[in-house]
Nanobody, 120 residues
Framework: QVQLVESGGGLVQAGGSLRLSCTAS????????MGWHRQAPGKQRELVAS???????EYVDSVKGRFTISRDNAKITVYLQMNDLKPEDTALYYC??????????????WGQGTQVTVVS
């Protein structure tokens, strides 16, 4: 069964940086879009950033200029470089990926989440 595992979260002071990574287990399926979502206590989960297989990226307005999403297809890994972190970035961050067989969509997978806590 395909699994996604996140790492890189932690406790950091405001203005600091963290890099999250998410790696998929070996799979015979291809992956289209990969992305990062986050959920803070009392708030709904939101899309933070996404990246397509050909490198197109999208970001939520609140992180533009501070966060950068990238991927390494050979390693089946997606990264989220987070700079100038703010307390409002505190949340549980989840990665996700869409799996395909050829052009046919198969399923989505989500990681278990990695906690990011930013303190003033």
């Amino acid at each position: 069964q395909v699994q996604l595992v996140e790492s890189g979260g932690g406790l950091v002071q405001a203005g600091g940086s963290l890099r999250l990574s998410c790696t998929a287990s070996r799979t015979i399926f291809s992956i289209n879009t990969m992305g990062w979502h986050r959920q803070a206590p009392g708030k709904q989960r939101e899309l933070v950033a996404s990246i397509t297989s050909d490198g197109r990226t999208e970001y939520v307005d609140s992180v533009k200029g501070r966060f950068t999403i990238s991927r390494d297809n050979a390693k089946i890994t997606v990264y989220l470089q987070m700079n100038d972190l703010k307390p409002e970035d505190t949340a549980l961050y989840y990665c996700n990926a869409d799996f395909y067989s050829g052009s046919a969509y198969l399923f989505d997978r989500w990681g278990q989440g990695t906690q990011v806590t930013v303190v003033s």
